[in-house]
């Protein structure tokens, strides 16, 4: 379950993201938004290795 909000971004390569099971493909310059408490993955798709930017809030203390 994720901790937090947070944003990945395609560099490149290709993946699924899976939230709460739904799927979806992403592709370089796509951008996946995946909540706090949901259940997610991320399979890499095919053979270009898989390059994200993943933004997500910093920690409070």
């Known amino acids: 379950?994720?901790?937090h909000d947070q944003v990945n971004y395609v560099v490149s390569g290709g993946r699924t993201v899976m939230s709460d099971g739904v799927s979806a493909k992403r592709a370089p310059g796509m951008a996946a938004h995946l909540y706090t408490g949901a259940?997610?993955?991320i399979v890499q798709a095919g053979a270009e290795p898989l390059v994200l930017i993943v933004v997500y809030p910093v920690a409070k203390k």
């Open 39 to 41: 259940n997610v993955g």
């Open 1 to 3: 379950m994720l901790g």
